[in-house]
């Protein structure tokens, strides 16, 4: 087996950054990640979307680092994800954990249920994979969109191509995969209609008509990108490559890429967004590897420099240390004030296969 490991010039931002992830574990007891800390209202509750995906992203430093010994807490993650999980397999949305539950949300802990069956291979985790999964293709409208329960009502995003990335990957332990194939197949076919002759895609944003954050950009590039290697299929690799066609200008000619972009690739450059930063470097280094395209290991440093240079470092303030604001500047137009769990889980991810180019990255 390849040794995985992190490079020098990362290791100490990567180990402030993973401290921060675990103290927003501590905060809730274990009991899931809290989604950020806000500068004046503190850390919020636990999310389950993204101690979902955070959970991949744990077990893999917890294979670099085994001295940190941070399956017990990984483990606590997945079980409390295990005891919110409704009836019909669904997992409520958001911080109150209410009774309505959604589509997207419950897609990204399936890359937690699905890192943690492959590590452990209780059955729990599958019984609870094969019910969240039948859950979501039940939420598949005629046309192919994820249509029923989504965060926008009947707005079935850009985005969503993200979670049919997972739906792919438990396709070999799910009770029907052809059905499951069939409806994937369906999936792709709607999403990849949203691309436009500008490489944008309609329906890029959190809501009809808005802008396409960065980060909500590179949840869909990132999505088609991981479809097509695990259906081999050139034709959603080319989407991918006409929209980054379009992102390597932007690279090439401005100091940083803009918070968001309108279908015509005008950006707002008033604000960064760090998450989608860190995303981006994540994709265009797995397409470094995939095409075997230098190139594009230069665009992958270039804009996880960018956002390494945003981490706070301010020891005695050890709810900040180790953070990242979710935009730049902190007052930015997305996630005003906060630090969210995600951007710093995707710096783990971004400088964890900037050392390993071969690392496969879950969520």
Not at 213 to 233: K, N, P, Q, V, W
Request: aromatic share 14%.
């Amino acid at each position: 087996m390849m040794k995985t490991e992190i490079i020098p010039p990362y290791i100490s931002s990567f180990e402030l950054s993973l401290a921060w992830i675990l103290r927003s574990v501590a905060y809730n007891d274990g009991n899931g990640s809290s989604a950020y800390y806000h500068l004046w209202k503190g850390w919020s509750g636990p999310y389950a979307e993204t101690t979902g995906y955070l959970i991949p992203t744990l077990w893999q430093v917890d294979e670099i680092f085994p001295e940190k010994q941070l399956g017990k807490t990984v483990l606590g993650l997945a079980e409390w994800l295990l005891s919110i999980q409704r009836v019909d397999g669904s997992f409520p949305q958001g911080l109150e954990l209410g009774d309505q539950p959604e589509i997207f949300d419950s897609g990204q802990i399936l890359f937690g249920l699905y890192a943690t069956w492959e590590k452990t291979q209780d059955i729990k985790y599958k019984k609870s994979i094969q019910s969240l999964t039948n859950w979501m293709l039940a939420q598949q409208c005629e046309n192919g969109a994820f249509c029923k329960n989504t965060y926008v009502k009947n707005y079935s995003p850009s985005y969503h191509i993200r979670f049919v990335w997972a739906l792919l990957l438990v396709k070999e332990i799910y009770a029907a995969p052809v059905e499951l194939n069939t409806k994937v197949q369906k999936a792709m076919h709607y999403y990849s209609a949203l691309l436009t002759e500008s490489g944008s895609f309609k329906n890029w944003g959190f809501h009809p008509e808005t802008n396409g954050l960065t980060h909500t950009i590179a949840y869909t590039l990132r999505g088609f990108l991981e479809c097509s290697i695990l259906m081999h299929d050139n034709d959603s690799l080319s989407i991918v490559l006409k929209s980054i066609e379009k992102l390597v200008k932007e690279i090439k000619s401005k100091p940083y890429l803009a918070g968001s972009y309108d279908q015509h690739w005008h950006g707002d450059n008033n604000f960064r967004c760090l998450t989608g930063e860190a995303q981006m470097s994540i994709v265009f280094r797995r397409l470094a590897i995939l095409l075997n395209e230098p190139e594009y290991h230069l665009y992958a440093d270039r804009v996880l420099e960018d956002i390494n240079s945003k981490q706070i470092k301010i020891q005695w303030a050890t709810n900040l240390n180790g953070g990242f604001f979710a935009s730049s500047p902190f007052y930015g137009k997305y996630m005003r004030f906060m630090m969210n769990n995600w951007t710093a889980k995707f710096y783990l991810d971004a400088v964890m296969i900037k050392s390993n180019p071969h690392m496969v990255i879950l969520g």
